[in-house]
């Protein structure tokens, strides 16, 4: 029987694999414009235009699949070091006297 993995080792491979598709986005929304400005004449309007709706749209994706992440996994408990200490003087029930 196949084990499973942890959820934190699911949520990293997921944002590797949305900034591959942000990247993947990028280079393709370039080269489709410049395809297309090559066969269209329009040198180097597409290939911008291109770049941008990639880069606006894997940017978006990558977005899409952190949430995705983030509300699978639990928030950790803070840890003991973070919890402020209850100081003797701040107690209220002994009174204050000034010398």
């Known amino acids: 029987m196949a084990r499973r993995r942890p959820t934190r080792d699911l949520g990293g491979l997921a944002l590797l694999a949305g900034s591959a598709l942000l990247v993947l986005l ?3 929304g370039y080269s489709i ?3 297309l400005d090559q066969r ?3 040198a180097p309007t597409l290939a911008i235009v291109g770049l ?3 880069v606006v749209i894997g940017f978006w994706d990558l977005f899409r699949i952190a949430a995705m992440v ?3 996994q639990p928030l ?3 840890p003991r070091d973070a919890l402020p200490e209850p100081d003797d003087a701040s107690r209220d029930d002994e009174p204050h006297t000034d010398a």
Do not use: D
């Open 40 to 42: 269209l004449g329009t």
């Open 52 to 54: 941008l709706l990639g």
């Open 76 to 78: 950790p408990p803070p």
């Open 33 to 35: 414009g410049n395809l």
């Open 70 to 72: 983030m509300r699978a």
């Open 26 to 28: 990028t280079v393709g």
